[in-house]
Antibody
Framework: QVQLVQSGAEVKKPGASVKVSCETS????????MHWIRQAPGQGLEWVGW????????KYAQRFQDRVTMTRAASNSTAYMELSSLTSDDTAVYFC?????WGQGTVVTVSS | EIVMTQTPLSLSVTPGQPASISCKST???????????LHWYLQKPGQSPHLLIY???HRFSGVPERFSGSGSGTDFTLKISRVEAEDVGVYYC?????????FGGGTKVEIK
């Protein structure tokens, strides 16, 4: 069955960076774009961007354009999202998703 | 960007009764390939969202027949023919016709 398993919770200080991984199995990793979506506490869903696992091409939401980097390792069917210059507003659960399937989410807490 | 507006904000339903959620987009989600890129998700408490309906009206694998999606262009509806206790959670519509992908604000469904 399809599985997207994300890395564990992170606590970061303002100004730091965080890198979240999303290990996939059960489907052809390079056949589906991987999206990253976040959900601030008690809030709705916000799209961060996508990566084409086949080519490495990326597209980011404008508000994250200058501080997000999405990469992938086809060899182990894993996608990564790195977000830099963190502020308390980045405190959220971050999900990887193929539209059809979602990871379990990674809690990122930014606090001094 | 395409703005998605969901109504109502919340819904309290007696088990066995029907429920309906509306979603409107500021642009048509019908693409030249004939597909309508509108999807419905349910996020149960403490879980990641899971796909119910994709491409306007197609039930995802394993989704009960009581869920159905309809609409066209910019107006869409998710219907639950007979609500069950396990249907509680927050329902989101999402468009994937254009980036940034955008979500409705969510409709919280509870059982009376």
């Amino acid at each position: 069955q399809v599985q997207l398993v994300q890395s564990g919770a992170e606590v970061k200080k303002p100004g730091a960076s965080v890198k979240v991984s999303c290990e996939t199995s059960g489907y052809a990793f390079t056949d589906y774009y991987m999206h990253w979506i976040r959900q601030a506490p008690g809030q709705g869903l916000e799209w961060v961007g996508w990566i084409n696992p086949k080519t490495g091409d990326t597209k980011y939401a404008q508000r994250f354009q200058d501080r997000v980097t999405m990469t992938r390792a086809a060899s182990n069917s894993t996608a990564y999202m790195e977000l830099s210059s963190l502020t308390s507003d980045d405190t959220a659960v971050y999900f990887c998703a193929t539209i059809d399937y979602w990871g379990q989410g990674t809690v990122v807490t930014v606090s001094s | 960007e395409i703005v998605m507006t969901q109504t109502p904000l919340s819904l309290s339903v007696t088990p066995g009764q029907p429920a309906s959620i509306s979603c409107k987009s500021t642009q048509s989600l019908l693409e030249s390939d004939g597909r309508t890129y509108l999807h419905w998700y349910l996020q149960k408490p403490g879980q990641s969202p899971h796909l119910l309906i994709y491409d306007l009206s197609h039930r995802f694998s394993g989704v009960p027949e009581r869920f159905s999606g309809s609409g066209s262009g910019t107006d869409f509806t998710l219907k639950i023919s007979r609500v069950e206790a396990e249907d509680v959670g927050v329902y989101y519509c999402m468009q994937s016709k254009e980036v940034p992908l955008t979500f409705g604000g969510g409709t919280k469904v509870e059982i009376k």
